[in-house]
């Protein structure tokens, strides 16, 4: 038998929740191998003064259920029980249809949940009452860096992009010297310097491939390069051109003189009629560090890359956009113009794609490139990816409670939404009946919009 109290909500940004109960329900989406939180976090939350309730088999063959109930938490049968009590529900993929009708109004959930590509499901939630917290939407600070899931997953995605590029390329990645020859190091391109690009590109250079990489963004230069990768750029191209252009200067005339005399500074060539080699614009590169590449830099870009692709041996590609279908920087031209036997893996495969010809899900082979479109790579890797998911979930969670014991040595959690908080105010999509995201909403507007136009154009029919 379970005692409890009522609850007592004193204003819209302050609800009170006596021992705070968080929820594990099993992951039922199909191929999703993680788990919300693992045993080594649940016992972090029970310290802190939290209940945790754990469905049986959550953690699958990995985290078994002995492990929770050793770190503290009580294993139930079925995702009812879980739904049911917790007050904070913790998952990986979003809530299917079974899944919100099982949620109650004041509940919270946490998990992966894209509102604008999904408006219609937050909508739901909405509907229920309940407040949603995504993990997509967690801000890019340095205070929410240890929230930060998305970065947490995008390292394993990069990770095991960089090895399917490897195992599927018909060649080696490094350069090896054999009885019978030595072997080219693969030529290997990374299309997108963001978490995932710089974890491939790491992998790929020690596999000791001939690594290069792109992205539109000039701070990410300087980290492409710190992973030991060559960063395609068209003014890179330019100053090589420039630099046969300057030549040793030798003073002459009155200042050869001058110089046989001893007065060396004569030897330094007149400012107002030469330029020094290495001390050209620098004052103008060090602004354009500052400032955004301009439109005709990009373009000249676009097209070294165009000639550049076709000496690759494997693209990867990982430019995301939260919110919005990836952008195309692979098409059929590009793809065409690869050697046969090259390989293409498109991390953006879920939302779109990055390559023109890519299947979600799916390896293609066009004109003897082979292009993979993988979904849910992190859980791939179900065990490391379930560890760092917790430790980011659990930071969430202290972030959204707070304890209020008057006594050190207790705990007395309670859940603490101020929406003054940049965290909570991003992060927080839904709340109290409606939709807070901005994203989300105009994406539900639209697909409305869509289907009163298609109701009316059948009509009319």
């Given at each position: 038998m379970v005692t409890v109290g009522p609850r007592e909500r004193r204003s819209e940004s302050d609800v009170i929740i006596w021992r705070v109960k968080v929820g594990i329900p099993r992951e039922v989406t199909e191929g999703e191998r993680r788990v919300g939180l693992v045993p080594e976090t649940v016992g972090r939350l029970v310290k802190d003064g939290f209940e945790v309730i754990v469905e049986s088999g959550?953690?699958?063959?990995?985290?078994?259920?002995?492990?929770?109930?050793?770190?503290?938490?009580?294993?139930?049968?079925?995702?009812?029980?879980?739904?049911?009590?917790?007050?904070?529900?913790v998952k990986v993929a979003d809530p299917t249809e079974d899944e919100i009708g099982h949620m109650r109004e004041g509940q919270v959930l946490i998990?992966?949940?894209?509102?604008?590509?999904?408006?219609?499901?937050?909508?739901?939630?909405?509907?229920?009452?309940?407040?949603?917290?995504?993990?997509?939407?967690?801000?890019?600070?340095?205070?929410?860096?240890?929230?930060?899931?998305?970065?947490?997953?995008g390292s394993i995605a990069g990770y095991k992009c960089a090895l399917i590029g490897a195992d599927t390329l018909g060649k080696y990645v490094p350069m090896l010297s054999t009885a019978a020859g030595t072997t080219k190091a693969a030529n290997v391109l990374v299309?997108?310097?963001?978490?995932?690009?710089?974890?491939?590109?790491?992998?790929?250079?020690r596999l000791g491939g001939e690594v290069f990489a792109y992205d539109i963004r000039p701070e990410t230069k300087e980290q492409a390069q710190s992973l030991?990768?060559?960063?395609?750029?068209?003014?890179?191209?330019?100053?090589?051109?420039?630099?046969?252009?300057?030549?040793?200067?030798?003073?002459?005339?009155?200042?050869?003189?001058?110089v046989g005399l001893g007065f060396y500074s004569f030897g330094e060539p007149p400012r107002d009629q030469y330029v020094v080699e290495g001390e050209e614009g620098e004052e103008a590169g060090e602004e354009e560090e500052d400032e955004a590449w301009s439109k005709e830099k990009l373009e000249e870009d676009q097209k070294l890359l165009r000639e550049r692709i076709q000496e690759m041996d494997i693209v990867i590609t990982t430019a995301l956009v939260p919110g919005r279908q990836a952008p195309k920087l692979v098409d059929k031209e590009m793809v065409e113009s690869l050697k046969?036997?090259?390989?293409?893996?498109?991390?953006?495969?879920?939302?779109?794609?990055?390559?023109?010809?890519?299947?979600?899900?799916?390896?293609?082979?066009?004109?003897?490139v082979k292009?993979?479109?993988?979904?849910?790579?992190?859980?791939?890797?179900?065990?490391h990816a379930s560890q760092l998911l917790s430790r980011n979930m659990y930071n969430l969670i202290s972030h959204i409670t707070e304890d209020r014991a008057e006594d050190k040595d207790e705990k007395d959690p309670h859940l603490e939404l101020d929406f003054e908080d940049e965290i909570i105010d991003s992060t927080c999509i839904v709340h109290e009946g409606g939709i807070r995201d901005e994203s989300t909403s105009e994406a539900l507007s639209e697909r409305q919009e869509a289907t009163e136009a298609q109701e009316?154009?059948?009509?009319r029919r």
């Open positions: 959550a953690g699958r063959d990995y985290n078994l259920d002995a492990n929770y109930e050793e770190a503290g938490a009580r294993i139930v049968d079925g995702s009812d029980g879980v739904y049911g009590e917790a007050d904070i529900i998990c992966f949940l894209n509102g604008p590509q999904y408006p219609g499901l937050v909508e739901r939630l909405a509907e229920a009452g309940v407040t949603v917290f995504s993990n997509e939407a967690i801000p890019r600070t340095s205070a929410a860096q240890s929230m930060d899931a998305l970065s947490a997953m299309l997108g310097v963001a978490v995932a690009g710089l974890q491939a590109i790491a992998i790929m250079n030991g990768a060559s960063f395609i750029d068209s003014d890179d191209e330019k100053e090589e051109e420039e630099e046969e252009q300057f030549e040793e200067y030798k003073p002459t005339g009155w200042r050869s003189l001058m046969p036997g090259s390989v293409i893996v498109d991390l953006a495969a879920e939302s779109g794609g990055n390559c023109e010809l890519t299947e979600s899900g799916e390896t293609i082979e066009h004109e003897e292009i993979i479109g993988p979904v849910n790579l992190p859980s791939s890797m179900p065990i009316t154009s059948e009509e």
